[in-house]
């Protein structure tokens, strides 16, 4: 069947009756998280509230003064799902969301008029549209498209707005021999009744279920933004309509206004000055890592030179990545790996053959030189950064997922080094005393 908003899509408010109205779920999606909501599904005798379809979204209104979350088709009948229940036979008025329904009828319509002149005019057939919130695209059957073509199509659509040509809707049988003739991707499986026909006069005619403008100077104005590579050997042509052409050209005009500002510069020079800026940037950023990781080294010999300097090093800082922590703890460990793995391989006994008993000499050496554990931290102090835990592997190994689980993040190793990303460094101050509490241990001989 037709409803009341396929007959006049202009038609803002409506009195009605209800004919069902039973307890249902809703799963909607708020921020790509999906919730259950309890309410009820209600048919109505006759709607102005499209039902989802045909590319287009549902409408969005009141019915009774309840809220409609969500306008479905089944079959011939439209399910309008509300929070609260209305009793069956209750005659209740319909108002309607008209500033989202007349965007959808521009948008609408505005693919209708692009799609008939894209195949006029380069023989490219249009596969799929998606009417989104800001732009919509049109999935064409062609790979690329050349040159000038969508300037040329952009023109040609503009000139049928201004010529004032009218859109009618009309309702065919489904054995009507003209039903044959128009522009159509085929009937949903549940189709029932009469067939809907769109008649942009002497343009297009196409077989839809959606809401159109009466007249294409209705559509104000088409701007097509561009094309993008589509799936399968498609290309997708993005575009917006009517009242979105002007909002996005306010919001154009205003983040001009914003950058010349900023730049300092008129609107023409803007793409330069940024260029500029970005040159600049990427300079001094080379510079910064350069110097952070000559400030790396100088920490750790900082360290190894400072005679009290025990067997724990910690540092937090605000800039530096990866390799700034891996070179601090690569050269404050270098040494102390450098003379356990002489003493490993007996080279001083080697050396040196005639100078006694070496395990003497081992064991003072070991006493002297012990390892240290390393815990780095940079990024903001009450945010997200990275990490680093250096030092004998036992202690690195057991404690390092603590480490992790205190900064909310997560990490992985081996060999003596752990590190990873940290969501949080509120409590680095715990993973920090927890740290030293083990390396006291490895002072004390219990490690």
């Known amino acids: 069947m037709a409803f009341q908003c396929q007959r006049d899509c202009y038609m803002q408010e409506f009195d009605t009756c209800v004919v069902s109205c039973v307890p249902a779920e809703l799963t909607l999606e708020n921020n790509g998280k999906k919730e ?4 009820f599904n209600l048919k109505l005798k006759d709607t102005i509230l499209f039902p989802e ?5 549902d409408d969005h209104g009141t019915v009774g003064g309840v809220p409609v979350l969500r306008v479905l088709r089944q079959g011939p009948e439209a399910v309008h799902f509300i929070s609260s229940a209305l009793e069956e036979g209750q005659e209740v008025h319909i108002k309607l969301d008209w500033e989202r329904r007349f965007d959808h009828m521009q948008q609408h319509s505005g693919q209708h008029l692009i799609t008939a002149l894209a195949d006029t005019m380069f023989g490219y057939k249009t596969t799929s549209w998606d009417l989104g919130r800001q ?8 790979a690329t498209v050349k040159p000038g073509e969508m300037e040329a199509l952009e023109v040609a659509v503009n000139e049928k707005i201004r010529a004032h040509i009218p859109v009618a809707v009309n309702l065919l049988s489904i054995d009507d021999p003209a039903v044959e003739k128009v522009r159509s991707r085929g009937l949903p499986d549940d189709h029932a009744g009469p067939i809907r026909i769109v008649d942009i006069e002497g343009v297009d005619a196409n077989m839809c279920c959606g809401t159109h403008v009466s007249n294409l100077s209705h559509l104000q104005v088409i701007k097509i933004l561009g094309t993008e590579k589509g799936k399968k050997n498609k290309t997708n042509l993005i575009f917006i309509a009517g009242n979105r052409v002007l909002k996005y050209a306010e919001k154009s005009y205003s983040i001009e206004k914003s950058l010349t500002g900023l730049l300092k510069t008129g609107a023409d020079e803007h793409v330069d000055a940024v260029d500029k800026l970005q040159k600049t940037v990427k300079r001094l950023q080379k510079s910064n890592l350069i110097i952070l990781r000559e400030m790396a080294v100088l ?7 400072k005679p009290d300097r025990g067997n724990f090093f910690s540092l937090h800082n605000k800039d530096g990545d990866n390799e700034f922590m891996n070179i601090i703890a690569n050269e404050i460990g270098f040494q102390v790996k450098h003379i356990f793995f002489l003493i490993e391989q007996n080279v001083f006994a080697l050396l040196f053959p005639d100078s006694g008993d070496w395990s003497v000499v081992y064991t003072l050496i070991a006493v002297f030189v012990q390892d240290t554990v390393i ?12 990490f680093l835990l250096a030092g004998p592997e036992n202690i690195v190994t057991e404690v390092g997922p603590r480490v992790s689980e205190l900064l909310q993040g997560k990490g992985a190793g081996k060999a003596g080094h752990y590190q990873g990303k940290a969501n949080s460094l509120v409590k680095r101050a715990e993973a920090e005393a927890l740290l030293k509490e083990h390396s006291c241990k490895l002072t004390a001989g219990e490690e």
């Open 135 to 142: 732009r919509s695209s049109i999935e064409l059957d062609t």
């Open 299 to 305: 920490i750790a010999q900082n360290f190894k030179n």
């Open 375 to 386: 815990f780095l931290t940079v990024g903001e102090e009450k945010g997200a950064g990275l």
């Open 53 to 57: 379809g045909g590319g287009q979204p």
């Open 36 to 39: 259950k909501l309890k309410g």
